[in-house]
């Protein structure tokens, strides 16, 4: 089911992107040549030409966006590190953009579209992942799209990872428990607490239904397994 949701969302989240694309496409035409004092020597090219090159765009930009990982949904992943990749994935298709346009003679264009078309896209992709992930973070805080998991161990980081998960709650990780490595059930100063061994970890993860585990061992935990 989580796989299921997260393929869904990734589709979403993919054509979003694209429809952004491309009306950035659209308004870096208009504000280059109609909404600028900035002259434009070589003339306007018909607006029918500027959108049969929405094609080479989308297929480019699609591409760049799709192979930066940025639709692998990672729960943990820090806004910064998202627009880092939008940034980077922005910079290749432009670039592909133009070497495309040395290979193919007929087509030209705008240098000053490009550069709108960069800024515009860039900010407004930016922009749509906030609010995507704001929706997100709505419907796990309401109690869906939640991911139940498990930590691996006792030590000290073990209890890093649990605090860092639970002071992002807008993730919709919520932690079932921790798994010793030895026998040690009851009462802890861990919270949440300690529910089973490794030799428990099976039968756990289907009786709860867990989603991940997540191996959180002290190097002196090591030579115990």
């Given at each position: 089911?989580?796989?299921?949701h997260r ?74 590190r998202a ?143």
């Open positions: 089911m989580i796989k299921k393929i869904l969302w990734a589709r979403l989240l993919f054509l979003g992107d694209l429809s952004i694309i491309l009306v950035s496409w659209v308004f870096a035409y208009f504000l280059r040549f109609f909404l600028t004092l900035i002259p434009a020597p070589k003339g306007i090219y018909n607006f029918s030409y500027h959108m049969s090159l929405s094609i080479v765009i989308l297929t480019i930009w699609g591409l760049s966006l799709h192979f930066s990982g940025l639709y692998k949904f990672q729960r943990l992943t820090s806004r910064l627009f880092r990749k939008i940034f980077n994935a922005s910079v290749i298709a432009t670039l592909l953009f133009i070497a495309s346009t040395y290979l193919f003679q007929e087509y030209r264009f705008s240098r000053g579209v490009i550069g709108y078309f960069f800024v515009i896209s860039f900010s407004l992709l930016c922009l749509f992942r906030i609010l995507f992930q704001a929706l997100l973070s709505y419907f796990r805080i309401k109690g869906l799209n939640l991911r139940h998991i498990v930590i691996v161990g006792t030590g000290e980081l073990a209890r890093t990872t649990a605090k860092k998960i639970e002071n992002r709650t807008e993730t919709g990780i919520r932690i079932a428990g921790f798994i010793a490595i030895h026998k040690t059930l009851g009462d802890t100063p861990l919270s949440p607490k300690i529910i089973g061994d490794l030799l428990m970890l099976p039968s756990l993860i289907k009786d709860l239904h867990l989603d991940q585990v997540i191996i959180a061992l002290d190097a002196n935990d090591y030579p115990s397994l």
